[in-house]
């Protein structure tokens, strides 16, 4: 963040020009820089560690375990049904850190935004994160803004990193994964795909498919208070659950095997994906998990899932086998077996 | 080849050329060329590919082959039970 | 989903595997034509329910397979060209070509763009008359006449800026070269459902007389598979050589007239080089001289389109069902889906693609 001197009041005497789009001079550093950060972000969250403006939030840590992670969001169209690219950089942040059944504490958040990009657009997208830190539970505590020259940049890039802290006794890890486990879903697949796809040019139709883009920590909390015993969490993302399936069995070394008939899906989904000959278990989902939890606590993680709002409709998709080590196999609807693999480069829509 | 998919007619246009209209699949719905198929009534089944419906599905057909399927389970099961 | 979810259930497919199992005797190999009913196959695991004695062998009825490399390249070099939009469907996309595919030059900086009918196309040159938008036209009879439909709807627009690079193949030719050839073990075939659904299946007549083999047309729904295939194998087991419909549920004898008319109207026949297969004597669609505006290879000059196929690449003799994908020698090695050497390995119906997805881990 910028060092704003004390002596300088951030209420300026002098009217402001309301500009509409950002120039390069709002990642400059100067009047205009400080303005947009002062209108965007301190005005509008709550956070004294941000407002402090220093170059660093600075706190203490809890004497446990933490959990750290980062990741960019570059998603076109930056607004989709049902969200917006502020949503996903929020909510998967949070969720990275409740995949290591961590309680998220802080984030930070770098903007890359292209010249010319609508102002109005930008206060939608930070008011959305707003909303979302506040439904999750972390604060916002540091940031920076970036403007690239018109052409550089795909509208607005947006990096968030998130600090969170580890109960005692939780450990999960993509490599605890043992035979026997059940692998437990919250629910409904590839809705967050097929939301962004039905905007694309070329490819639009007309569902009320939204994206399921969620805060999971909440879901995970509960699940952790049925049983510390959860091997390993993992939210389906990029490459849906088919790619998550992949990492896990690697990771471990061990064989997943899954139902066809088990996994939930919605009717319009489905729809979608019949036309354009998409695989449903290869699409990206935003507010999904997988949680592969020991046999004999399967049932009570289950049921926690299913008395929260955002695992009503989970169920177990499949089991750790001792076949296969490192691949997954799933018993397809006419209940022959067939080898998931693992996905190669971008899956496109086709009419063959 | 050939990728299509059955779908319910939800809107027919005759005032465009070609013909277009809306086939919804599982709920959602698409634009889709319906010009090759005389006489179609909103609420039929059509096959569609690449935006286009190539055919229209017949239901009595449809069911006439599940019935035959049904069929042959009776088949085997008495089979099975006459061993 | 209606008339979806029946033809998938599992009671009914193990029923028709033991009906199958029931009336089978001796071995029988049989062609699925249709690249489509390849992808249901493998992704179902058919094969697995069906007894020993039946060999599947997967057809060239793959037009992504089969677009000759000129015509792959001859796009690739379209959609470099600064003024041109290259539409296409998505299967061709990462198709090789002599050194790139249209995913690279896409990165490269030129405009190519995935659409799900070739109407969109045309919708495209309508929204951006300062640029010349191509489409890449592919695919068999069931695509042909949606190809010829854009055609046909730009031309009463009076657009000026839109073009097909047509590739289009027939099926019978195709048949009737592999059952001609000295080599055929093919003894029955699975008749590509879609493509019968626009064409109907009076060509085959000719074929089960002249060659004495069964010709079923099939859907692709597994349940539509199992019955396509008990009937093939009852045909044989009896000694008969028909044709027999069993996707009734979309096909008639006579077919489409109104699409076939547009064909008509739009394409002629013409010899069509296959990639893998080579030349096959009329059986490609080209466009009349009347639409010589909307044909990408007569308004661009492309100069001198060097092709060179990877001399690894096996993909001829999968095509033509003489050696399984396994059997090649680059298989999994310098030929994967990451890193293909030939079309059958990109496209989701290829064979070669088929098998690494789904039963590479079996068969290991």
Same mark, same amino acid.
């Given at each position: 963040m910028q060092n704003i001197s004390t002596g300088i009041s951030l209420q300026p005497s002098i009217p402001k020009k309301k500009h509409k789009k950002i120039?390069?001079?709002?990642?400059g550093g100067g009047r205009l820089s400080? $303005?947009?950060? /002062? /209108?965007?972000?301190? $005005?509008?969250? /709550?956070s004294t560690l941000l407002s402090t403006a220093h170059d660093g939030a600075m706190f203490s840590v809890p004497k446990s375990r933490l959990a750290f992670t980062t990741d960019s969001y570059v998603v076109h169209p930056i607004f989709f049904p049902g969200g917006n690219i502020g949503d996903l950089a929020v909510n998967g942040t949070v969720n990275d850190l409740a995949m290591c059944g961590a309680e998220p504490l802080y984030l930070s958040a770098g903007f890359i935004l292209e010249e010319g990009f609508p102002i109005d657009d930008l206060e939608r997208i930070v008011e959305t994160m707003k909303r979302a830190t506040e439904t999750a539970g972390i604060e916002l505590v540091t940031g920076d803004t970036k403007v690239v020259e018109r052409g550089k940049g795909d509208g607005i890039f947006i990096n968030t990193s998130g600090i969170g802290q580890i109960p005692d006794q939780v450990d999960i890890s993509p490599q605890h994964a043992s035979e026997g486990d059940c692998i437990l879903l919250n629910g409904n697949i590839a809705d967050h795909g097929i939301a962004i796809m039905s905007e694309r040019e070329g490819l639009e139709f007309e569902t009320s498919i939204q994206t399921d883009s969620a805060a999971l920590n909440g879901l995970v909390g509960t699940m952790l208070q049925a049983s510390k015993n959860i091997h390993v969490l993992r939210d389906p993302t990029r490459g849906g659950l088919a790619s998550s399936l992949n990492e896990i069995a690697m990771a471990s070394k061990i064989g997943i095997r899954i139902e066809e008939d088990k996994i939930p899906l919605a009717e319009e989904v489905k729809g979608a994906c019949e036309i354009l000959g998409l695989d449903p278990l290869y699409i990206a989902n935003e507010g999904k998990l997988l949680a592969f939890v020991p046999e004999k606590d399967a049932k009570a993680v289950l049921q926690a899932m299913q008395n929260h709002p955002l695992g009503k409709n989970a169920v177990i998709i499949g089991r750790v086998v001792k076949e296969h080590p490192g691949h997954v196999s799933m018993k397809t609807f006419i209940g022959s077996m067939r080898i998931i693999d693992m996905l190669t480069g971008e899956q496109l829509p086709r009419i063959c | 080849m050939c990728l299509a998919v059955p779908g319910i007619v939800v809107e027919i246009d005759k005032s465009l050329f070609p013909v277009m209209g809306k086939v919804s699949f599982g709920g959602v719905q698409k634009s889709v060329c319906l010009d090759w198929i005389p006489e179609l009534a909103i609420g039929d089944y059509v096959i569609v590919h690449a935006g286009f419906a190539i055919s229209r599905l017949d239901e009595n057909e449809a069911l006439e082959s599940l019935k035959l399927f049904k069929e042959l389970e009776e088949k085997l099961f008495g089979q099975d039970e006459a061993q | 989903m209606k008339y979806v979810d029946e033809f998938r259930d599992q009671a009914v497919a193990k029923n028709l595997a033991d009906e199958i199992a029931g009336i089978i005797t001796?071995?029988?190999r049989i062609m699925e034509i249709c690249g489509g009913q390849t992808n249901s196959i493998v992704k179902y695991g058919i094969e697995e329910l069906l007894p020993q004695e039946i060999t599947l062998i997967h057809g060239p009825g793959c037009p992504v397979c089969v677009t000759p490399l000129e015509i792959i390249d001859k796009a690739i070099a379209l959609a470099g060209r600064r003024e041109v939009i290259l539409a296409s469907f998505g299967d061709m996309l990462r198709v090789p070509g002599s050194e790139k595919d249209l995913l690279s030059i896409r990165a490269e900086g030129g405009d190519v763009r995935i659409v799900y009918s070739p109407l @969109?196309?045309?919708?495209?040159?309508?929204?951006?008359? @300062?640029?010349?938008?191509?489409?890449?036209?592919v695919g068999f009879e069931t695509t042909a006449p949606t190809n010829a439909m854009a055609v046909s709807q730009a031309k009463k627009l009076g657009l000026n800026n839109f073009s097909i690079l047509c590739s289009h193949v027939l099926v019978p030719p195709a048949i009737e070269v592999l059952l001609s050839s000295p080599n055929n073990r093919i003894q029955g075939f699975l008749a590509a459902g879609h493509v019968c659904s626009i064409m109907g299946y009076e060509e085959y007549f000719p074929l089960t007389k002249k060659y004495q083999v069964p010709i079923v047309v099939t859907g692709f729904e597994p349940l539509d598979i199992l019955e396509g295939l008990r009937l093939t194998i009852?045909?044989?087991?009896?000694?008969?050589?028909?044709?027999?419909?069993a996707y009734k549920r979309s096909v008639t004898r006579a077919g489409n007239k109104a699409a076939q008319k547009l064909m008509q109207q739009v394409f002629f026949v013409g010899d069509r080089k296959w990639r893998g297969l080579g030349e096959i004597p009329q059986s490609g669609l080209f466009l009349h001289p009347e639409f010589d505006t909307f044909n990408a290879e007569k308004i661009f000059d492309l100069g001198e389109i060097r092709t060179e196929e990877s001399p690894l690449c096996e993909s001829g003799l999968v095509l033509q069902g003489r050696i399984k994908p396994m059997e090649c020698g680059a298989f999994g090695h310098e030929c994967t889906p990451e890193n293909p050497l030939g079309a059958p390995m990109v496209s989701s119906e290829g064979a070669c693609s088929a098998y690494y997805r789904f039963q590479r881990h079996t068969k290991a």
């Amino acid at each position: 963040m910028q060092n704003i001197s004390t002596g300088i009041s951030l209420q300026p005497s002098i009217p402001k020009k309301k500009h509409k789009k950002i120039l390069l001079a709002h990642g400059g550093g100067g009047r205009l820089s400080n $303005d947009l950060i /002062q /209108q965007l972000f301190f $005005d509008r969250f /709550q956070s004294t560690l941000l407002s402090t403006a220093h170059d660093g939030a600075m706190f203490s840590v809890p004497k446990s375990r933490l959990a750290f992670t980062t990741d960019s969001y570059v998603v076109h169209p930056i607004f989709f049904p049902g969200g917006n690219i502020g949503d996903l950089a929020v909510n998967g942040t949070v969720n990275d850190l409740a995949m290591c059944g961590a309680e998220p504490l802080y984030l930070s958040a770098g903007f890359i935004l292209e010249e010319g990009f609508p102002i109005d657009d930008l206060e939608r997208i930070v008011e959305t994160m707003k909303r979302a830190t506040e439904t999750a539970g972390i604060e916002l505590v540091t940031g920076d803004t970036k403007v690239v020259e018109r052409g550089k940049g795909d509208g607005i890039f947006i990096n968030t990193s998130g600090i969170g802290q580890i109960p005692d006794q939780v450990d999960i890890s993509p490599q605890h994964a043992s035979e026997g486990d059940c692998i437990l879903l919250n629910g409904n697949i590839a809705d967050h795909g097929i939301a962004i796809m039905s905007e694309r040019e070329g490819l639009e139709f007309e569902t009320s498919i939204q994206t399921d883009s969620a805060a999971l920590n909440g879901l995970v909390g509960t699940m952790l208070q049925a049983s510390k015993n959860i091997h390993v969490l993992r939210d389906p993302t990029r490459g849906g659950l088919a790619s998550s399936l992949n990492e896990i069995a690697m990771a471990s070394k061990i064989g997943i095997r899954i139902e066809e008939d088990k996994i939930p899906l919605a009717e319009e989904v489905k729809g979608a994906c019949e036309i354009l000959g998409l695989d449903p278990l290869y699409i990206a989902n935003e507010g999904k998990l997988l949680a592969f939890v020991p046999e004999k606590d399967a049932k009570a993680v289950l049921q926690a899932m299913q008395n929260h709002p955002l695992g009503k409709n989970a169920v177990i998709i499949g089991r750790v086998v001792k076949e296969h080590p490192g691949h997954v196999s799933m018993k397809t609807f006419i209940g022959s077996m067939r080898i998931i693999d693992m996905l190669t480069g971008e899956q496109l829509p086709r009419i063959c | 080849m050939c990728l299509a998919v059955p779908g319910i007619v939800v809107e027919i246009d005759k005032s465009l050329f070609p013909v277009m209209g809306k086939v919804s699949f599982g709920g959602v719905q698409k634009s889709v060329c319906l010009d090759w198929i005389p006489e179609l009534a909103i609420g039929d089944y059509v096959i569609v590919h690449a935006g286009f419906a190539i055919s229209r599905l017949d239901e009595n057909e449809a069911l006439e082959s599940l019935k035959l399927f049904k069929e042959l389970e009776e088949k085997l099961f008495g089979q099975d039970e006459a061993q | 989903m209606k008339y979806v979810d029946e033809f998938r259930d599992q009671a009914v497919a193990k029923n028709l595997a033991d009906e199958i199992a029931g009336i089978i005797t001796r071995p029988w190999r049989i062609m699925e034509i249709c690249g489509g009913q390849t992808n249901s196959i493998v992704k179902y695991g058919i094969e697995e329910l069906l007894p020993q004695e039946i060999t599947l062998i997967h057809g060239p009825g793959c037009p992504v397979c089969v677009t000759p490399l000129e015509i792959i390249d001859k796009a690739i070099a379209l959609a470099g060209r600064r003024e041109v939009i290259l539409a296409s469907f998505g299967d061709m996309l990462r198709v090789p070509g002599s050194e790139k595919d249209l995913l690279s030059i896409r990165a490269e900086g030129g405009d190519v763009r995935i659409v799900y009918s070739p109407l @969109d196309a045309v919708t495209i040159a309508r929204e951006n008359p @300062d640029r010349k938008v191509v489409f890449f036209a592919v695919g068999f009879e069931t695509t042909a006449p949606t190809n010829a439909m854009a055609v046909s709807q730009a031309k009463k627009l009076g657009l000026n800026n839109f073009s097909i690079l047509c590739s289009h193949v027939l099926v019978p030719p195709a048949i009737e070269v592999l059952l001609s050839s000295p080599n055929n073990r093919i003894q029955g075939f699975l008749a590509a459902g879609h493509v019968c659904s626009i064409m109907g299946y009076e060509e085959y007549f000719p074929l089960t007389k002249k060659y004495q083999v069964p010709i079923v047309v099939t859907g692709f729904e597994p349940l539509d598979i199992l019955e396509g295939l008990r009937l093939t194998i009852l045909q044989l087991e009896q000694g008969r050589s028909e044709v027999e419909n069993a996707y009734k549920r979309s096909v008639t004898r006579a077919g489409n007239k109104a699409a076939q008319k547009l064909m008509q109207q739009v394409f002629f026949v013409g010899d069509r080089k296959w990639r893998g297969l080579g030349e096959i004597p009329q059986s490609g669609l080209f466009l009349h001289p009347e639409f010589d505006t909307f044909n990408a290879e007569k308004i661009f000059d492309l100069g001198e389109i060097r092709t060179e196929e990877s001399p690894l690449c096996e993909s001829g003799l999968v095509l033509q069902g003489r050696i399984k994908p396994m059997e090649c020698g680059a298989f999994g090695h310098e030929c994967t889906p990451e890193n293909p050497l030939g079309a059958p390995m990109v496209s989701s119906e290829g064979a070669c693609s088929a098998y690494y997805r789904f039963q590479r881990h079996t068969k290991a």
